[in-house]
T-cell receptor, first 112, second 112 residues
Framework: GQQLNQSPQSMFIQEGEDVSMNCTSS?????WLWYKQDPGEGPVLLIA?????ELTSNGRLTAQFGITRKDSFLNISASIPSDVGIYFC????????????FGSGTQLTVLP | SAVISQKPSRDICQRGTSLTIQCQVD?????MFWYRQQPGQSLTLIAT?????????ESGFVIDKFPISRPNLTFSTLTVSNMSPEDSSIYLC?????????FGPGTRLLVL
């Protein structure tokens, strides 16, 4: 089955710093999604990417759909304490099933 | 976007009993899913809930253990049957509209 490698597994950064995380796949995906999960909550969609090479921003967040369709990255600029949480990438194949494959997550800690 | 609610939000159950989790979406969606998330882990797809027919289960999950219903386009239930401590987890309902996929807040289950 599809494998998604997400890195880094965890990050500790100072408030105000930029952070980057990425996912790579052994398979080609048609869609990449980035979610954030706060403790005790379900994942919340941050950014959705639908075309290879697409670069999309949502406030301080920027994500790109890799040209090869096998990778994606998420950047967070000028981090703030509320950025703390677990970030998941997810890839979706085409076709009728269109199931999501999730990365293992990146635990982000923002130090004051 | 779709807003998803689940109930109960959490429960503590005795082994051997069963729990039914309800999921309600605020709009008609094309697909609904059930995921399991162990603490500190990524999301694992249990099954796709099909309207008016049997759910489609992923490898390692069976209907006798996790019966699922989806009587209409906005509602689904997942039952965790004959529970054991290994079933302690977060169970997440998810729904997909034409563009992307959303998650409910999760049901935190502890089996004693």
């Amino acid at each position: 089955g599809q494998q998604l490698n997400q890195s880094p597994q965890s990050m500790f950064i100072q408030e105000g710093e930029d952070v980057s995380m990425n996912c790579t796949s052994s398979s080609i995906f048609n869609t990449w999604l980035w979610y954030k999960q706060d403790p005790g909550e379900g994942p919340v969609l941050l950014i959705a990417l639908y075309k290879a090479g697409e670069l999309t921003s949502n406030g301080r967040l920027t994500a790109q759909f890799g040209i090869t369709r096998k990778d994606s990255f998420l950047n967070i600029s000028a981090s703030i304490p509320s950025d703390v949480g677990i970030y998941f990438c997810a890839g979706q194949l085409g076709g009728s099933a269109r199931q999501l494959t999730f990365g293992s997550g990146t635990q982000l800690t923002v130090l004051p | 976007s779709a807003v998803i609610s689940q109930k109960p939000s959490r429960d503590i159950c005795q082994r051997g009993t069963s729990l039914t989790i309800q999921c309600q979406v605020d709009s008609q969606v094309t697909m609904m899913f059930w995921y399991r998330q162990q603490p500190g882990q990524s999301l694992t797809l249990i099954a796709t809930a099909n309207q008016g027919s049997e759910a489609t289960y992923e490898s390692g999950f069976v209907i006798d253990k996790f019966p699922i219903s989806r009587p209409n386009l906005t509602f689904s239930t997942l039952t965790v049957s004959n529970m054991s401590p290994e079933d302690s987890s977060i169970y997440l309902c998810s729904a997909r509209d034409q563009e992307t996929q959303y998650f409910g807040p999760g049901t935190r289950l502890l089996v004693l």
